[in-house]
C-alpha cells in the first residue's frame, strides 16, 4: 500500500527560529501534496497544494512568505515555518495523492514554539 | 454556514452499543465523500468512501442523501478500539482534490 512519511513526527524550537517538515512518498510519485494544520479540537485545515516543480497555492489567510512550501520531485514536499511564534504551535500533517493511491497521510509533525 | 458540519460530541456507549453519526455539506455539487477515523494526536486515517446507494463494512455503515445533502455512519457492536474522532470529509467537485473535513465527532466507548 502507499506509504508516506513525514518527520519529524514533534518538534519544539524557539520563537524566532525555522522548522523544516518533510513528507516523501516512499513507494509511489505523488503528483500533487497538501499541507493541513490542526489546532486541538478543530478540524483540519487546508493550507496549500503543492504540485511537483511549480508553486505552491495558498488558502486565503496562509502567509505564503512565512510557510515556505517546497516540491522539488515527485516523492519529496517541505513545509518551513519561518520566524516561528507561539500562535503556529499545532499539528502540521501532509498528504499526497498518486494516480492509484488517492490520498495518503502522513503520520503528523507536533510543532511547539517556546 | 460551515462547509461540512458535523456534531462534535463526545458520544459516550458502552461496549456493544449501535451509534450513529450524522454530517451536512454546504457544496451541493460535491462529488465525494469519505468518512475517516483519526485517533488522538494521530493522522486521519479512512475508514470508508461513502456511495449514493450505501455501503457497508463489516460493522460500518455509510449512507448519503444528495437531496439533504446529508451523510451519515452506523457502527454496530461498538468495541473500545472504535474509540476516536469520526471525520466527515467531502470533496467540493469545484475544488478538484481538495478535501474539506468537519471538526470530526469524538465516540468514547465505554466497558
Known amino acids: 500500500g502507499a506509504v508516506v512519511s513525514q518527520h519529524p513526527s514533534w518538534v519544539i524550537c524557539k520563537s524566532g527560529t525555522s522548522v523544516k517538515i518533510e513528507c516523501r512518498s516512499l513507494?509511489?510519485?505523488?503528483?500533487?501534496m497538501f499541507w493541513y494544520r490542526q489546532f486541538p479540537k478543530q478540524s483540519l485545515m487546508l493550507m496549500a497544494t503543492?504540485?511537483?516543480?511549480?508553486?505552491?497555492?495558498?488558502e486565503q489567510g496562509v502567509e505564503k512568505d512565512k510557510f515556505l512550501i517546497n516540491h522539488a520531485s515527485l516523492t519529496l514536499s517541505t513545509l518551513t515555518v519561518t520566524s516561528a511564534h507561539p500562535e503556529d504551535s499545532s499539528f502540521y500533517i501532509c498528504?499526497?495523492?498518486?494516480?492509484?493511491?488517492?490520498?495518503?497521510f502522513g503520520s503528523g509533525t507536533r510543532l511547539t514554539v517556546v | 454556514r460551515k462547509e461540512v458540519e458535523q456534531d462534535p460530541g463526545p458520544f459516550n456507549v458502552p461496549e456493544g452499543a449501535t451509534v450513529a453519526f450524522n454530517c451536512t455539506y454546504s457544496n451541493s455539487a460535491s462529488q465525494s465523500f469519505f468518512w475517516y477515523r483519526q485517533d488522538c494526536r494521530k493522522e486521519p486515517k479512512l475508514l470508508m468512501s461513502?456511495?449514493?446507494s450505501g455501503n457497508e463494512d463489516g460493522r460500518f455503515t455509510a449512507q448519503l442523501n444528495r437531496a439533504s445533502q446529508y451523510i451519515s455512519l452506523l457502527i454496530r457492536d461498538s468495541k473500545l478500539s472504535d474509540s476516536a474522532t469520526y471525520l466527515c470529509v467531502v470533496n467540493p467537485v469545484d475544488t478538484a482534490s481538495k478535501l474539506t473535513f468537519g471538526t470530526g465527532t469524538r465516540l468514547q466507548v465505554t466497558l
Open positions: 498528504s499526497a495523492e498518486g494516480s492509484n493511491y488517492g490520498y495518503t
Open positions: 461513502v456511495y449514493s
Open positions: 513507494d509511489f510519485q505523488a503528483t500533487t
Open positions: 503543492s504540485n511537483e516543480g511549480s508553486k505552491a497555492t495558498y
